[in-house]
């Protein structure tokens, strides 16, 4: 006893303060690396630290349960210091629980290794406790196996504590299993949970020990109404040991029997949900509607022609017009028994079947079908796994128990009494195995389903961007067209306007010049006048140029400003590639907009001297 008190104390080292473990000190160093790696993510503080024990009494009548909060409590409650306390119950069970299946588990690493160095567990056990804790994602979730440790022979021979009851000759196993639950919040409605179970059986006083850690109660709910006063005797009978073994096995087919409840439903959920996504994909494609009131035999005119290709499709295929019945003496054609109305093609006249065909509104499809599907492919290929890995453990668990009848130690009592409880376990065994082999098969022929709709969609997608794409470039083709018009006319005005920009250039030199010889700037004598009359006036120039000038300057600073102002609002709005452009030509129109406004304002500036002069003249 002071041996297994030691490892208690040092229960922070575990698996490192196990006694006789048969393991490789690297290996034990690797399993408390982990744990002190993972142990943020896997246990909750000492406020919210709860373990539930379920143990028989050792007055042998019945289980009793108790509840622990902290470490000073697991301890009173184990006996480790109180030496009065110290023999362990027949059978005792320990539950771990969590919030939900990805939260820290409801227990201090203190209290589940104290558990664990008191009964010293096996170290792999860890392997099955490391895919709990919290997580955002499932983390080790796929993780699968059986372990066990047999100790049989005297050479073999574990730790012996008759305080305890412990003879040293024992076999310890873990294993853990999954199974489909219906989930209370949102989102998916069911969700795969899983259990992590240790157990160990002492096969010379028959004391047994059970470590379950799961999220919910469900399986702590289930052992008590199993052990209670209404359960099964093959449960809770411990008198003698071969009935304490025979509990044993029945305790297994509990843990077995959750794991394969619900797959039926779960995978009819899954094909539900495959349908819902890819029904649509095996309805017909429907052809371009006509009107019920026009006659198959005489083609229609063009007003209703086009009058029916204004009509949205979609309404017409909701008017069913079902074949006539065929006569009683047949039998009923197969779309009659297996096709939906709305698979069925609406009745077609022979113009209906000269058009192409056309995809409803109904059969358009997009990548979030794609996604949908993949999804429920994604939930199928899990089940399918899960169920291979609990089929897996329950071939291992068999076979495990049928071998060990011949190891060398094993009592003759058990060996006398047991085989026909090994063999009712067995065939118990074999019947949760068959069904869940059952399901098995189903959720391959789902996902070869899958698989073919998956590769149905896709050709339905390609189809669909193909008629996008030919959409699209017919538009393509429609707008060139109309840019190719519009180019047309934009180079006949071109050419007007060139032809408009010569005559009016041809034409301005004669007209300043005739605007100039009107003012008295220049004149022409009378036929009476004498020789000496002067025909240029000094005064007349210099008043010209006085008014023309400050105009021409006024007119080319207020061009200068709006043209400024027009660039930088263009470089505002503008792309940087586009503003430097802009800034490298923006000066470049400057030049023909500079000579057409001297030009202008000369003939302005000639015009109203020429009205000046007359009107001083008059």
């Keep these: 006893m002071d041996q297994v008190i030691v490892s208690c104390n040092a229960a922070a080292d575990y698996p490192k303060n196990l006694i006789r473990s048969n393991t490789y000190e690297f290996v034990l160093d690797s399993y408390f690396n982990q744990l002190n790696d993972r142990q943020d993510d896997l246990f909750h503080n000492g406020d919210r630290a709860i373990l539930d024990l379920w143990d028989f009494g050792h007055s042998g009548k019945a289980f009793w349960p108790r509840q622990v909060c902290s470490g000073r409590a697991l301890r009173d409650h184990l006996g480790i210091d109180d030496p009065i306390q110290q023999k362990s119950p027949k059978c005792r069970f320990i539950f771990v629980h969590a919030p939900n299946s990805r939260d820290r588990l409801r227990t201090t690493r203190h209290m589940l290794t104290l558990s664990l160095s008191y009964l010293q567990v096996m170290p792999e056990f860890l392997d099955f406790v490391f895919p709990f804790g919290k997580q955002i994602s499932e983390r080790g979730f796929h993780f699968g196996g059986f372990r066990y440790r047999t100790r049989l022979a005297y050479f073999e021979r574990g730790l012996a504590v008759p305080e305890l009851g412990w003879s040293g000759y024992d076999y310890k196993m873990c294993y853990n299993l999954k199974s489909v639950e219906q989930a209370k919040g949102g989102g998916e409605p069911w969700s795969i949970r899983q259990a992590a179970i240790h157990h160990s ?57 959750w794991s394969g409840e619900n797959w039926r439903w779960y995978i009819e959920f899954l094909e539900e949900q495959f349908q819902e996504s890819t029904q649509r994909t ?17 083609p229609p ?4 022609l086009q009058c029916l290709e204004r009509i949205d499709h979609a309404t017409w295929p909701e008017v069913k017009q079902p074949p006539k019945p065929p006569p009683v003496s047949d039998p009923l054609p197969m779309e009659f028994h297996h096709s939906p109305d709305y698979m069925k093609d609406p009745p077609q006249t022979p113009d209906d079947r000269s058009r192409p065909a056309k995809m409803d509104s109904r059969q358009v499809f997009s990548f979030t079908d794609v996604q949908r599907t993949h999804h429920t492919e994604k939930n199928a290929n899990a089940a399918m796994l899960i169920l291979k890995s609990n089929i897996s453990i ?10 060990i009848l011949s190891f060398q130690g094993w009592p003759s009592e058990l060996t006398d009494k047991c085989p026909e409880d090994i063999s009712r376990f067995e065939q118990d065994l074999f019947s949760i195995e068959n069904e869940m082999r059952l399901q098995l098969s189903r959720i391959e022929t789902l996902l070869q389903w899958i698989a073919d709709r998956k590769s149905l969609l896709h050709g339905i997608l390609d189809t669909q961007n193909t008629e996008a794409n030919k959409s699209s470039t017919e538009n393509m083709q429609r707008m060139t067209a109309e840019m190719h018009e519009i180019a047309v006319k934009t180079k ?38 004498g020789p000496f009359e002067s025909l240029f006036s000094l005064g007349a120039l210099q008043l010209y140029l006085l008014i023309s000038l400050p105009l021409v300057v006024v007119t080319l600073v207020g061009w200068y400003v709006f043209y ?40 302005c500036t000639s015009n109203v001297y020429a009205q000046l002069e007359s009107g001083f003249s008059k």
């Design 282 to 298: 095996l309805a017909p494609i429907t052809r371009a509607p006509t009107s019920p009131l026009r006659s198959p035999d005489r």
């Design 492 to 529: 006949q005005e071109t050419i007007s306007m060139r032809i408009i920009t010569f005559v009016t250039l041809c034409f301005l030199p004669p007209t300043f010049i005739s605007t100039l010889m009107s003012t008295d700037i220049v004149h022409f004598p009378d036929a009476n006048a």
């Design 564 to 603: 400024l102002r027009e660039i930088r609002q263009k470089d505002r709005t503008a792309k940087p590639e586009e503003s430097n452009r802009s800034v490298r030509y923006r000066y470049i129109p400057g030049f023909p907009c500079f000579a057409g406004a001297i030009v202008t304002n000369i003939i």
């Design 201 to 257: 059986f002492d096969v010379k006083s028959g004391q047994s020990s059970w470590i379950v850690i799961k999220a919910n109660q469900l399986l702590q709910d289930r052992i008590k109404s199993a052990t209670g006063p209404r359960g099964l005797p093959k449960v809770c009978s411990f008198d003698g040991l071969d009935r304490a073994f025979a509990s044993t096995l029945a305790t297994h087919l509990v843990f077995c029997q």
């Design 301 to 304: 005119p063009k007003q209703n």
């Design 394 to 403: 329950f071939a291992d668990i068999k076979r495990y128990y049928r071998t």
